[in-house]
């Protein structure tokens, strides 16, 4: 690898800021430097015109803004050519009708390899250095996933999607109990920290690639698999494995989701079933599953005790709005899911979500937490959207030592913009009114820019110093099929 020096603006939430020193951490640095080393890790940053001596021979790559890689904590593979299904409705009956059928489909080796290149392609597209991926049912196109993030050079953690019980349309996804255990166990075996260097005790924890155990959600399993995961989990989390589910998405007019769980297993709260408390009246069954590397997407419906536990035992949440939107999930209510201490991240939610680019979500969250009732409402300001969008989820991750913004020490990880690759962009950020003061107009401009990004303007994705290889989405002549006669 050969060392560079970026020159551009950069902006990052600094240090190990939380969201109530987001403001206070963020940094701006208009004509900014940023060395990244020999090793792929960020050596110096500052005003350029302070580069220091030993730095001033490195080549200088120019963009117009240099942040950190965007990380989205929640995503689903064989979801990919899953977006804007219509006919869903709400949570239940999509997944009947929508994606069972559509996950059924990566059983065919050819359509997951399809499927694992097209999703490298738009995540390379729109910077997301780091993701939480939830997985295919299917071995073999949990391989494809994994074997192109390794090509690629992007970080993932991945696991594949449990189910052992459902309705019939889930049928092609169950596994029997006990294949289910052996799967996530191979499947740890496998991939987790596969490419980190184990003769040289590197840790596969802090490696590209890593694994999480992932049923669906509660209702996709059983008090058995329950168990079982508890079980191989209370192991695996020594190694750093991940955990990863659905938690109170939709209730809906009948309760929806959030009822069935409650009254499937007979327990107080949803969030109990992952907690080793799915017996009836919540009794203790198992293990939990909760942890600082345990991440649950959604959280809409959550009472205060389910947050406090969430908390308690630094599990994050992966906050979906875009999803939640296209589902009418409602939303996870902001001021008082931050206030319980949880970390809160972003995801795209890819399929119910239709946004892959992270800031496209932020500006998702920021129109509807404006738009919560009475004094729930909230206006993020511009260095909260940034740190949600990547320090937040570097460290749901357990990754900020690692990921998440500039600090030197840190591998690079970084997404860099050039607004002349997107017009619009560029004429905006031009031809707007800004405030006179230097402080006021770099928090303006950075709200402007997360706001009205768009892929064509990330231009060049990097992970721990390297460039990732973007390898645009080819079509094949005559695939478009669908709606022809014969
Ligand atoms: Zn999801």
Known sequence: MTARVLRGHLFHVAGDARLETAVASLVSVRDGGLVVDDAGRIAWTGPYAELPPAYAALPVTRADFVL??????????????????????????????????TEARLADDAVAARAAADFVARRVAVGTTSALVF????????????????????RLVSGRGVQTTGPASAEPLLTSEDDALTLVAD??????????????????????????????????????????????YGDARAHGVYFHTHLSENAGPDGGEVAAVRSSYGVESYLDTYDGRFEPGSRSGGETLLGRRSIFAHAVHCTDAELARL??????????????????????PWRRTTAAGVTVAVGSDIGAGDRWLVPGVLNDAYKVHLSEPGAAAVALHPAELLYTGTLAGAQA???????????????????????????????????????????????????????????????????????????????????LSIGRPG
């Not at 908390?311 to 996870?332: D, K, N, V, Y």
């Not at 030592?401 to 997404?415: E, I, P, Q, T």
């Open 311 to 332: 908390a308690e035992t630094r599990s994050s949440i992966a906050h979906c709005p875009t999803s939640q939107q296209f589902l009418g999930s409602g939303t996870m």
């Open 135 to 154: 997985g295919s049912a299917f071995p073999g196109a949990q391989d494809a996933l994994f074997a192109a993030h390794a090509e690629a050079g992007l």
């Open 397 to 479: 991750l357990d990754l900020d030592d690692l990921v998440g913004n500039l600090d030197v020490g840190k591998d690079a990880d970084l997404v860099l913009i050039d607004v002349a690759a997107s017009p619009p962009l560029a004429r905006r950020l031009e031809d707007g009114a800004w405030p006179e003061d230097p402080a006021e107009a770099d928090v303006a401009l950075l709200f402007t820019l997360l706001m009205e990004l768009r892929e064509e303007a990330v231009t060049s994705v990097v992970v721990k110093g390297h460039e990732v290889e973007s390898r645009p989405l080819r079509l094949v002549s005559g695939v």
């Open 187 to 232: 499947e740890i075996d496998r991939w987790h920290g596969r490419d980190a260097d184990l003769s040289r005790a590197h840790d596969p924890s802090r490696a590209l690639l890593q694994v999480a155990v992932v049923p669906r959600f509660a209702l996709s399993v059983t008090r058995r698999t329950l168990r079982g995961l508890g079980e191989l």
């Open 68 to 101: 950190p890689g965007f990380v989205d904590t929640h995503l689903h593979y064989p979801q990919v050519h899953a977006t804007a299904a219509y006919g869903g409705g709400r949570l239940l009956h999509w997944l009947d009708h929508c994606i069972f059928p």
